[in-house]
């Protein structure tokens, strides 16, 4: 069970709906599917071992033990054979040196945004109190990492390598995933904010990136590449968003991952439609070049089916996938575990919502690693690529409360 808050199957209470959904009435079709009664939101009835998916679509919430299943097979013939009310939730890894953590069973979920209240959000970053031990990202190996990369790509083994980088932070306490989780999605209003136990660990993140999701007969995914760091000056911040969607660097390594994601879709869908030029989508710390691909699926197949066709895409991998993959092995120092692999959920009806687990990091006891990636191709520069993801970590430093959002 969720906890007394909040429990599937019986109708919601008005004050939830008032308080917790932007004072939106719950549509009647949805009213059987959440209540939660008491002065609470969902995020308060998150607990360590729980799953917690926030979305544009409403967030859901299972309070069921993650089990390492051997295959994300046997979790989808599980699925197949579950009474109608059970979802199949959880994170695939990047790649399959570790096991799925999924779980299957009753779910809670919401079906507007979450907003936080005004009140609780005020102090957007974790405890005041934490103090933080971290060391600067040295930016030597990853350039170095970068510059080989660049050079694969001039001799024409490969086209885009998305090389990550890691780095590991220690708090003076053990870190409540349940506070950054909410400063996330305090701070990350249109993003996917997650939280998946991983048994030893948890992982954690808000990701702007949508790998695809099933709703109402349709497909959509929304793949995300070409990245500009925000500025605090609203009108440099407009001037480096129109550089972003000028450049033909980035146009380039973005048209990449839209034509693995058309043709990922393409025998699995029909009705297939891919924007002509990529739009615009920020977050708090960057800007991002983003194409909104939709398919209708064919009979049978569901998001998970579609998720695991589409991953990885050159948006966390690169292209040809297994010359990118070969890069990623040779040249990132640290494993990526469940970075840059897949957190969502599919019902028993093939609807469901996966999304690309980046802006993240795992949390063990008082350390947490977190992680950033940059898409390499021809024209990238080991400096533009190391400020890069310096950008986007700090997604999950702000968020824990280990920089300020001036610095
Ligand atoms: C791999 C990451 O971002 C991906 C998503 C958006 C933009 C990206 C880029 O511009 O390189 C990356 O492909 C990450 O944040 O770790």
Redesign the pocket.
Known sequence: MVGPACAPDRPPSAALSRSHLNGAALPATDQNRVSCEGPTDLLESYRPTSFFLSSPRGPLLADAPLHRLASVDTASAALSRASENNVLFGALPFDGSQPPQLGLGAVVRLPAPLTVHQEIAAPVPIGADTSWAWEEPDDTLYKEAVRAVIKRIGQGEVDKV?L?RAIDLTADRDIEVGDILRALVTAEPDAYSFAVDLGDRTLVGAS??LLVSVHNGRATANP????APRHPDPVLDRIQATQLLESAK?QR?HQV?VDAVADALAPLCRELETPARPALSRTRTMW?LSSRVTAVPREGVTALDLARALHPTP??CGQPTGAARQAIRELEASPRGF??GMVGWTDTRGDGEWV?S??CGEVRGKSLRL?????IVAGSTPEGEAA??RA?LRTMLLACGAIEATS
């Open positions: 998305v990550a702007p990136e995300l590449a070409g990245s980035d390594e991952v991002h948006a966390v970075y840059s690309v980046i802006r992680f950033a990636g940059a898409g890069e993801t986007k």
